[in-house]
T-cell receptor, first 114, second 111 residues
């Protein structure tokens, strides 16, 4: 238990569906992240929120839309996804000022797009 | 650009020592980290090196040579539970930079 929770743990959706992933951190951190993990690929940083402000968007397609209402909650809204978007989506948090910027990861959401 | 290279797979036997290497190319280097991820689990932090040298934490040690843009994770007295993927990650771009992860090394420990 890392102090970062994610729901749902598994999600199957069609290409025309709209769904949202939720992440909550109980660590008092000031930064939250969405990563995508696909087979045979490195962890890909998608979005970064620092003090609720989005500071990074790594050329992520607009069918992925993040939302950070406060420093403890992070959402990833999904719509009109493609089968190649099937992956493990990991949320993480960190205390940005610390030198290590240690990432505390949630268990992830295994997403399958049909 | 920024990139990290590490072997894709390593196999070792229980009780042995294994070294997982990582070479990196980045601008504004701000430290090398290592994470462990078991199958079906989330990555968890193992170690961090900002300065050259060896950092030891129990059976695990991590080494950094900034002049060679190289580091390694050393696992001693291997146990079956050490079977996992190990990722190196660099933080670039200064104190507000984000982590860039390598592709990971899958370690299989055999009895």
């Amino acid at each position: 238990e890392t102090g970062v929770t994610q729901t749902p743990r598994h999600l199957v959706m069609g290409m025309t569906n709209k769904k949202s992933l939720k992440c909550e951190q109980h660590l008092g951190h000031n930064a939250m992240y969405w990563y995508k993990q696909s087979a045979k690929k490195p962890l890909e940083l998608m979005f970064v929120y620092n003090f609720k402000e989005q500071t990074e968007n790594n050329s992520v397609p607009s069918r992925f839309s993040p939302e950070c209402p406060n420093s403890s909650h992070l959402f990833l809204h999904l719509h009109t996804l493609q089968p190649e978007d099937s992956a493990l989506y990991l949320c993480a948090s960190s205390q940005k000022q610390r030198a290590t910027d240690t990432q505390y990861f949630g268990p992830g959401t295994r997403l399958t797009v049909l | 650009g920024q990139s990290l290279e590490q072997p894709s797979e390593v196999t070792a036997v229980e009780g042995a020592i294994v070294q997982i290497n990582c070479t990196y190319q980045t601008s504004g280097f701000y430290g090398l980290s290592w994470y462990q991820q078991h199958d079906g689990g989330a990555p968890t932090f193992l170690s961090y090196n900002a300065l050259d040298g060896l950092e030891e934490t129990g059976r695990f040690s991590s080494f950094l040579s900034r002049s060679d843009s190289y580091g390694y994770l050393l696992l001693q007295e291997l146990q079956m539970k050490d079977s996992a993927s190990y990722f190196c990650a660099v933080r670039s771009g200064g104190s507000q930079g984000n982590l860039i992860f390598g592709k990971g090394t899958k370690l299989s420990v055999k009895p």
